[in-house]
């Protein structure tokens, strides 16, 4: 399974970006797809995820009311829509396909190689 995100960037604090997983040929109908980041020197942590079946959707504390993520099952892509974002937010930022509920990177089968996100202040 090949995952591809896109929509990193350069912007300013208070920006906006949004970024956006694709599987091509890859259903997405009953996975959980993660966005995970992970910022020099620290560790890989998750940041949000959809069940893709029904919608069911979990953010990491950090980025709740800023970041919205949602799927489009039929193009077989997940977004991130950030707004507001903030210095700390800057990081690779990746996605990845789990075939349960879970909020753990090391539950994640397939990943992406990742887009960087860069916040400055």
């Known amino acids: 399974v090949q995952l591809v995100e896109s929509g990193g960037g350069k912007v300013q604090a208070g920006g906006s970006l949004r970024l956006s997983c694709v599987a091509p040929?890859?259903?997405?109908?009953?996975?959980?797809i993660g966005w995970f980041r992970q910022a020099p020197g620290k560790e890989r942590e998750g940041v949000s995820c959809i069940a893709t079946s029904n919608g069911r959707t979990n953010y990491t504390e950090s980025v709740k009311g800023r970041f919205t993520i949602s799927s489009d099952n039929a193009k077989n892509t997940v977004y991130l829509q950030m707004n507001s974002l903030k210095p700390e937010d800057t990081a690779v930022f990746y996605c990845a396909t789990c075939v349960f509920w879970s909020v753990l990177p090391q539950h994640y089968d397939y990943w992406g190689r990742g887009t960087r996100v860069s916040v400055s202040s």
């Open positions: 040929g890859f259903g997405f109908d009953d996975y959980v």
